[in-house]
């Protein structure tokens, strides 16, 4: 590598920090870090992961989380963060080098560039440590290793393929559609584009790449069926989604959704899917010729955006998923076009792609440094929680455990406190209520459905940890939740009539002391 290169790659890695630089401002990045924190902090405790502390992800999310725990002290999110930066550097540069290997050192460098610049583009959530980032690692190994395989026809390649794909969905159910787009580049698009290729050669291929994307799941299985929780592992991690994802569909219509949603993720990306939209069109040729490998790329592109439409709740955060098979496309035909035909043409390309790149991730940056994720708010936190959360340090136990009624996370990263229950949140405990206003902006009444299953384990729960405090955050309406005061539902007025008393009022939380 030349040092002109050495020293490109190096103002990119910095230009990468500099629009990470939110980290440094706010504790946590979105709500859904809060979830995995105190998951992690319950598996800190012994506890078991769809037992002791819920959610509908995959476990991966939460050991990543615990991991770094262990290493740099319990929510330490600082240290989470880092780890984040780490993650996406290291899939840029598997990114850069399988475009090294497709192209050359200009692609590699436009590879490494896109995925770190529009990562942290879109909105300020995007840089948090969210389970898409995390699965995105073992994608971009996946198709490295399926480039490999693909170019040396290596049976042990198509395994290993097979193993870093089926990694992907122990961060989220949706990296499975890597895997699906491998299976049908293998045993469809190459008996149709090779008309005298081995069948039968392929078909031993795609079921190497299918036994190794089968272990990761299945040695998972294995291990919590030995802990007895397999059976707590379907449910969440499968029959609840099923839930999720139906009621999203019955309650958000898709075509408003995917104009509120994912046509601006397209305008903060448009540079991406124009070189995309002519690398697809300079490459169709090499398909016809059965040179298709980049075939394989525009099915994983493909697969990739469909599986962010699932569910129609689209969140911003959704579309890291298409930004490995994207940035590679894009960053192919930005080589193309920067590296031959007119100069002055290709002035043209390398100022357009330099400033549709630098400009949304600084824009971005920017908002990310003002933007408070806790409160969804600007400057600070709107409604103020920390006096809250210093209370409830200053007058508990580091172990004693805390149960916050309402859909707050931030409350456990803050006050560094255990919870009590397995539920991060309690929406789910809520389900709908007739009378609430269908334009409240969450739409938390009519897009959750309620878990009939969930009462009992909450109460089991309760019985079982002895929660020195409960905090109720509907007074002060934290993430809409005034809705769902915690005296309305009976098992709760029960617990708090018998076992505990109202200590304090305070940032809109009720701190209620138990026995």
Not at 477 to 493: E, K, Q, S, V
Request: with cysteine; charged share 15%.
């Amino acid at each position: 590598m030349s040092p002109k290169t050495i020293r490109i790659l190096g103002l990119v890695l910095l230009l990468g920090a500099l629009l990470r630089v939110p980290y440094l401002f706010h504790t946590l990045q979105d709500m859904d870090e809060g979830c995995y924190a105190g998951a992690a902090a319950v598996l800190m405790d012994g506890g078991l992961p769809y037992r002791d502390a819920v959610e509908n992800k995959p476990p991966g999310i939460f050991y990543v989380y615990r991991a770094v725990f262990e290493l740099f002290g319990r929510y330490n999110m600082g240290a989470v963060h880092v780890l984040t930066f780490a993650w996406t550097i290291l899939t840029a540069a598997v990114l850069a080098l399988a475009a090294l290997r497709l192209g050359g050192r200009l692609e590699a460098v436009c590879a490494f560039l896109f995925y770190l610049v529009f990562t942290a583009s879109l909105y300020p959530k995007m840089i948090a440590a969210n389970s898409e980032i995390f699965m995105a690692l073992p994608c971009a190994l996946g198709a490295l290793a399926l480039l490999d395989a693909f170019t040396r026809d290596s049976r042990g390649l198509y395994f290993a393929a097979g193993l870093a794909f089926g990694a992907a969905p122990l961060f989220k159910q949706v990296g499975a559609v890597g895997g699906a787009a491998v299976l049908v580049f293998l045993l469809v698009a190459l008996p149709l584009l090779r008309r005298g290729a081995r069948i039968g050669r392929t078909v031993g291929f795609a079921c190497l790449f299918g036994a190794g994307f089968a272990l990761p799941a299945g040695a998972i299985a294995l291990l919590f069926h030995r802990a007895g929780i397999l059976g707590d592992w379907l449910f969440w991690n499968v029959t609840y989604p099923v839930r999720y994802v139906a009621s999203g569909n019955a309650a958000l219509p898709f075509f408003p959704q995917l104009l509120a949603e994912f046509f601006p993720f397209v305008l903060a990306t448009v540079i991406l899917w124009v070189l995309a939209a002519l690398w697809v069109r300079h490459e169709a040729g090499r398909w016809r010729s059965g040179n298709g490998f980049s075939l394989f790329i525009l099915l994983w592109l493909v697969a990739s955006t469909g599986a962010t439409f699932i569910g129609s709740r689209m969140f911003g955060h959704y579309f890291i998923q298409i930004l490995p098979p994207l940035c590679l496309a894009a960053a192919l035909s930005a080589g193309r076009l920067l590296s031959a035909g007119d100069p002055s043409r290709r002035r043209v390309w390398k100022g357009s792609i330099l400033s549709l790149t630098l400009v949304p991730g600084v824009i971005f940056a920017l908002m990310g440094v003002f933007f408070e994720a806790s409160t969804n708010s600007w400057w600070r936190p709107d409604p103020d929680f920390r006096p809250a959360t210093d209370y409830i340090r200053r007058h508990t136990d580091p172990d004693d455990k805390v149960f916050v009624w309402g859909w707050f996370t931030p409350v456990y990263v803050y006050a560094e406190r255990t919870p009590a229950t397995r539920f991060m949140n309690t929406h789910l405990l809520t389900g709908y209520r007739k009378g609430n206003d269908p334009d409240e902006r969450d739409r938390a009444d009519i897009a959750w459905h309620s878990v009939p299953e969930a009462w009992p384990m909450l109460e089991a729960d309760l019985r079982r940890n002895r929660p020195e405090l409960v905090v109720d955050t509907s007074p002060g309406d934290y993430h809409d939740f005034g809705r769902y005061p915690i005296r309305d539902y009976a098992p709760l007025a029960r617990f708090l009539d018998h076992a505990c008393r109202l200590e304090k009022q305070v940032a809109g939380m009720d701190i209620y002391r138990c026995r």
